[in-house]
């Protein structure tokens, strides 16, 4: 049986790094992906586990990306992070499928 992977896509290093240090302190398996096109290049979304997700990066969109993933049948749970408290954003994400839309001051333990 293939062990549950949390992927982390994220164009910030530190903010990767602190969620994956946090997360695999859990006993988690993490994968980091530092833009949304790596992810989809790289990642085997078979795979079962979820998406950790930043809205806002360069080239493509966290928001993008889903819609790309939704194209493509993946069934992943997405959890957004968002260094900012974007109502419009949340409610779209959610309407699309997502998990939850979290803000990155959000205590570690709510991630989990």
């Known amino acids: 049986m293939t062990t549950p992977l949390v992927r982390i896509v994220d164009d910030d290093a530190d903010a990767r790094s602190s969620s994956s240090f946090?997360?695999?302190?859990?006993g988690l398996?993490?994968?980091?992906?530092e833009s949304a096109q790596r992810f989809l290049d790289e990642d085997?979304?078979?795979?079962?586990?979820?998406?950790?997700?930043?809205?806002?990066?360069?080239?493509?969109t966290g928001m993008e990306l889903q819609v790309?993933?939704?194209q493509k049948n993946c069934r992943l749970?997405?959890?957004f992070l968002s260094g900012h408290g974007e109502l419009d954003l949340a409610v779209h994400a959610?309407?699309?499928?997502a998990s939850d839309f979290l803000q990155k001051s959000a205590k570690p333990e709510r991630l989990l």
Not at 29 to 33: F, P, S
Not at 94 to 97: A, D, I, S, Y
């Open 22 to 26: 946090f997360l695999s302190m859990m």
């Open 29 to 33: 398996e993490i994968k980091e992906y």
């Open 44 to 60: 085997d979304m078979n795979r079962p586990g979820c998406i950790i997700l930043d809205v806002r990066m360069p080239d493509m």
């Open 68 to 70: 790309k993933l939704n």
């Open 77 to 79: 749970p997405i959890i």
């Open 94 to 97: 959610r309407k699309r499928g």
